[in-house]
């Protein structure tokens, strides 16, 4: 291997080394400017009436930090710590929690790219008729409403006044349920949350790939494909489409945005996954499971955006002889 390919892989890594090392401090830091603390949280108000002994004893505990060197020291050693509130390790309660957020998520990510890139294609192929400019304006106006206002109105309209489906949870607990009806049972309760979130990310889909396809409408081959009389939809999809689409743009926009919609959609539908986690453990001040929640959501991100780097490359080699 010579040295300009060693520099090509040897840089993001060190880069994205780097980035892994500031988070870490960021992720041990920040959680302990919360105002608060975790006695007072779970003992301020209920009826356990503490002395100013038993106080202070409990913070000595609670409070105890050995450092950034020390918290590194067990990362390496694969030891999240303790969840002071839940009174379990923090690995098991955040690994118990990933696969429920890793199907809301990864669902609504699907579809809404799905979705986002036929439709954004069409409209593009269409563009200045009146459909393709209503379906702009609708976008634009959908991009810029809230999860927070839509999820609150599925809620109250579908959970709340016409109880088609479940207002919280993500599953019904009976054990004599077959296969199927689990499977029923979950995507019933999944429905409402999955909603919100594909209408989240589907007009920033749509709109990325409208915008894409316009550019690429105007280059020659494009115009050599339809003069060679291909069909339509061979011109849109084979030719024009193909050349916009870069898998990573999607995969980067979505996991970057995935922490904060969790916390909201979750919170608001009570669903199981890291964002339900991530709040409650905000509201009791348990610092080593915020700790370990964030620095995770915070490594996955990077992994994802550095496994992209090599994966561009090969998708794309003009991306390694432009660097």
């Not at 109880?163 to 009806?181: E, I, K, N, S, V």
């Not at 915070?298 to 002889?321: I, K």
């Amino acid at each position: 291997m010579d040295f300009s390919a060693r520099h090509t892989w040897l840089t993001p890594v060190l880069a994205y080394l780097a980035a892994a090392l500031f988070l870490a401090f960021l992720s041990y830091r920040l959680p302990r400017m919360l105002p608060g603390d975790f006695v007072t949280a779970m003992y301020g108000s209920s009826d356990v009436v503490l002395t100013v002994q038993q106080e202070a004893d409990l913070r000595i505990r609670y409070q105890e930090d050995s450092g950034f060197t020390a918290f590194l020291g067990r990362l390496f050693r694969l030891d999240w710590g303790f969840s002071q509130a839940f009174q379990a390790p923090v690995s098991s309660l955040f690994f118990g929690a990933f696969p429920w957020t890793l199907l809301l998520m990864g669902t609504a990510h699907l579809l809404s790219s799905l979705l986002g890139f036929v439709l954004g294609v069409e409209a593009a192929w269409r563009r200045g008729t009146r459909t393709e400019k209503a379906g702009v304006g609708l976008m634009t106006v959908l991009e810029g409403i809230p999860e927070l206002c839509s999820g609150a109105l599925l809620l109250l309209v579908f959970a709340l006044h016409l109880g088609w489906f479940p207002a919280a949870g993500a599953r019904t607990a009976y054990a004599d349920h077959t296969f199927m009806q689990q499977a029923a049972d979950l995507l019933h309760h999944l429905a409402l949350p999955l909603i919100t979130l594909v209408m989240a990310y589907f007009p920033g889909n749509f709109l990325l790939a409208r915008a894409g396809m316009v550019m690429v409408m105007k280059h020659p081959f494009v115009l050599t494909a339809r003069a060679k009389g291909l069909p339509p939809a061979r011109v849109r999809y084979a030719h024009a489409a193909r050349m916009r689409c870069c898998p990573g743009d999607p995969v980067r926009a979505s996991v970057r945005f995935h922490d904060h919609r969790a916390l909201v959609v979750e919170t608001i539908f009570s669903y199981p996954g890291l964002g339900t986690l991530l709040f409650n453990a905000i509201a009791m001040r348990d610092l080593p499971l915020i700790q370990g929640i964030v620095l995770a959501a915070s490594m996955m991100v990077l992994g994802v955006n550095l496994s992209l780097e090599f994966v561009y490359t090969l998708l794309d080699p003009r991306v390694a002889h432009a660097s």
